[in-house]
């Protein structure tokens, strides 16, 4: 069993930035976030491996940064110019066999932070 534990998350207005972290309980090959917003399916927004190779769902490239400290297992999700759209819970999640935005082929997910941008 792994336990992951996200925090970051809040109200922001359209164009501004958080910061997202995800700390898992020991260590996990790939690392992630994904997100799910009410009637819309879960997505993958960016995962990063052990050796800092990542991909993004197209919609938050060149907004969202993704990044990873190995000794103590942890993720991180900066989040620039957020809009509207990115309104979600976000969730952190681990145990894919490789970099991939499936998400069905992750076993550990986090309990979700919520991350709300107004207009």
């Known amino acids: 069993q792994v336990q992951l534990v996200e925090s970051g998350g809040g109200s922001v207005q359209a164009g501004g930035s958080l910061r997202l972290s995800c700390q898992a309980s020991k260590y996990v090959l790939y690392m992630g976030w994904f997100r799910q917003a009410p009637g819309k399916e879960r997505e993958g927004v960016a995962i990063?491996?052990?050796?800092?190779?990542?991909i993004y769902a197209d919609s938050v490239k060149g907004r969202f940064t993704i990044s990873k400290v190995n000794h103590n297992n942890t993720a991180y999700l900066q989040m620039d110019d957020l809009q509207p759209e990115d309104t979600a819970m976000y969730y952190c999640?681990?145990?894919?066999?490789?970099?991939?935005?499936?998400?069905?082929?992750?076993?550990?997910w986090g309990q979700g932070t919520q991350v709300t941008v107004s207009s």
């Open positions: 999640a681990g145990g894919a066999p490789r970099l991939t935005l499936d998400i069905w082929e992750y076993n550990f």
């Open positions: 990063i491996s052990v050796g800092e190779r990542t």
